[in-house]
T-cell receptor, first 106, second 118 residues
Framework: AIQMTQSPSSLSASVGDRVTITCRAS??????LGWYQQKPGKAPKILIY???SLQSGVPSRFSGSGSGTDFTLTISSLQPEDFATYYC????????FGGGTKVEIK | EVQLLESGGGLVQPGGSLRLSCAAS????????MYWVRQAPGKGLEWVSS????????YYADSVKGRFTISRDNTKNTLHLQMDSLRAEDTALYYC???????????WGQGTLVAVFS
């Protein structure tokens, strides 16, 4: 099974900061990777699909990059509504979620 | 408006069974692979099972293989998850989803809670 190693597991940041979250796959997955945001009590919401495509309606401060085994989600300027938990998800072979990154207010 | 409405969760003793359902509307259900994803309290997301568009191919996480059965009824736009031999570690919020990792759309229900305890 493909393993997804997501880091960091948590981070503290201030409004306006640039935030980077990474996911590493245990084998190549092409660009079959998505990034999700989850807020407490809510279902996950997709931000990025196909590794780097911005989902319609998602602010442009979110961006994704990478292919193969190494992927990055970047928030260019953190906003108050961005404090949440973020997950990567691969669907190259079955599905595997990363362990999550909780973004907290510094 | 797209809706995925899960039902069937509840409290059950270890070794018991539950059948989850997910009623889909607002999109062409029969066109898509569908998924069950779960989230234990305070934990991350875990894929449980998938089923292809016509129900002929099903896939399971190792943690539930042999105990859970996914199925779908495209005439009723409904997804099911039969859960047998339940364990305490199956306690979680179970989401029904149409995932858009490769391309949109991406839809999730609000989840149904399964609690397994003696």
């Amino acid at each position: 099974a493909i393993q997804m190693t997501q880091s960091p597991s948590s981070l503290s940041a201030s409004v306006g900061d640039r935030v980077t979250i990474t996911c590493r796959a245990s084998q190549g997955i092409g660009n079959y990777l998505g990034w999700y945001q989850q807020k407490p009590g809510k279902a996950p919401k997709i931000l990025i699909y196909a590794a780097s495509s911005l989902q319609s309606g998602v602010p442009s401060r979110f961006s994704g990059s990478g292919s193969g085994t190494d992927f990055t989600l970047t928030i260019s300027s953190l906003q108050p509504e961005d404090f949440a938990t973020y997950y990567c998800l691969q669907d190259f072979s079955y599905l595997t979620f990363g362990g999550g990154t909780k973004v907290e207010i510094k | 408006e797209v809706q995925l409405l899960e039902s069937g969760g509840g409290l059950v003793q270890p070794g018991g069974s539950l059948r989850l359902s997910c009623a889909a509307s607002g999109f062409i259900f029969s066109n898509y692979v569908m998924y069950w994803v779960r989230q234990a309290p305070g934990k991350g997301l875990e894929w449980v099972s998938s089923i292809n568009y016509n129900g002929h191919y099903t896939y399971y996480a190792d943690s539930v293989k042999g105990r859970f059965t996914i199925s779908r009824d495209n005439t009723k736009n409904t997804l099911h998850l039969q859960m047998d031999s339940l364990r305490a570690e199956d306690t979680a919020l179970y989401y029904c989803a149409k995932l858009g990792v490769r391309e949109p759309p991406d839809y999730w229900g609000q989840g149904t809670l399964v609690a397994v305890f003696s």
